[in-house]
């Protein structure tokens, strides 16, 4: 691209940078792997362990809450949101899933602060595996790497 032209975009240096993370309890067994794979996706570019904070919840309809909390407290210079919804072990898949999502959205927005989304919306629990570790990868690491990169492209508008 012409040199000329200036290009904003976030690298992967997270030194120094402080992380919350709102993990569900619902399906654990999965979003446990999402979590360990997060905070090791964190610590493997920097982060310090004393600057990551995680918060249990109980399922992904309420991250939302926890994530506007952690946001409105401006201790971290981005959030990550992790859970797991999978549409066969519930009719109310839909409301879960969408109230999650639109809920981290917008406090995303009204806060302005960077929400990594890593809350899986799945059809089966074999879905969620593949998503968790296996073939499809791990939904953990991709959330923390866009919580990293869009916390220094802010700090690159900010300034
Ligand atoms: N929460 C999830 O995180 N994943 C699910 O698959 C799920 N199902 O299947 O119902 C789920 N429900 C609980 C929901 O998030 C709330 O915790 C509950 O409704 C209490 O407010």
Known sequence: MDDRIKTIEGDFSA??????????????FIVDRLLE????TLTK??????????????????????????AASHRYQAL????C???G?????DFVAG???????????TEEIPVGFGILTVDTIEQAIERAGTKAGNKGVDAALAAIQMANVLRQLEQ
């Open 15 to 28: 030194r120094g940078l402080r992380f919350g993370i709102v993990a569900s309890r619902f399906n654990d």
């Open 37 to 40: 794979a997060a905070i090791g």
């Open 45 to 70: 570019h920097g982060v310090a362990s004393a600057d990551i904070e995680v918060v249990r919840v109980p399922g992904a309809y309420e991250t939302p809450l926890a994530i506007k909390k952690l």
């Open 80 to 83: 990550i949101a992790l859970g």
């Open 85 to 87: 919804v999978i549409r």
């Open 89 to 93: 072990a519930t009719a109310h898949f």
């Open 99 to 109: 109230e999650a999502s639109r809920g981290i959205a917008h406090v995303s927005l």
